[in-house]
């Protein structure tokens, strides 16, 4: 009878804190995290409706935010103020030199117990076009600075600088167990648009795929600017955001059946051979949905240049030193 006691104050305790997990001190209004789904990186090596056949297992009105290219202060300090605020746990996809750069702003991501993954060590453009050891030791070099840093190794989580894949080099990724992230949804934020056009065309894309990756960099201003209004609408109506970790040895893998990783969107973009192709698909959008000319579209500029341009590393850091 005891022992029964003990049991139901144990579940009382557990309902308490899934309670107080689930609110935000001092922001009633937050967003918040509505779940955490655990991956394990050698089942899922790469994700992404962008460029892959499988995503994430959302469901439908779920978001996962995911940000590159920093740290760089005082922009991520700003983006993690924002994710404090509203209780909203992400991914950093971290670069190494920045990361030894600015240890303080990993630590602090660290602390906010959100996941960090790798970018490389100096986020090079020509990742693609070297053979697999030279790019593999740009990624060994980008995991070992925030290693160093944050004094265990990141999440196996990484991200291809300017998402320029090849079959290669995923193929290397995957062996080394590491889970290539792309995205399900972009938001031109690399480009030369507003907060106010960020902040459009990511919402006009999640809500065109309903559930997804959302790729953004917490080393623009004009980022830093929209994800409040952004987080903001995207809980009026009704989306939430999920946090991914990866599978330890502790914390088991979220039970999901296959089809739950294929994605929805899939068959409505090209499965493309390189990310140009699918910048293509994805920055052609009519008028109608951007609110103007897309000033990034493929119209205006060969596909070739229309890949993603996250600025290089060095190049943001000379402008922002601090
Ligand atoms: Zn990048």
Redesign the pocket.
Known sequence: MQSLKSAIVAVAVLMAGAAAASECPGNPNAIGTSRTIVVDPIEHSQLGSLQYRESLPLEDHEVVLTF??GPLPPKTNHVLDTLAHECVKATF?L?GEMATNYPDVVRRIEAAGHTIGT?TQS?PFWFHTVPVAKADEEVAKGIASVTSVLGGPPAPFF?V???RRTDTMERHLAAENLMTWSADFLADD?TNIGAAQVYARALRRIEANRKGILLL?DIQARTTEALPHLLHELKRRGYHIVHVVPATPDRPKTTTVPSQWISASHARQIQPASFADTNAAVLALPESETGQASPAAPSAEPLGNAA?R?PPAKQERQSNAV
């Open positions: 590159d290219d996809f670069v970018h986020h991200r600088p300017g998402l690399w960099h993603p996250c």
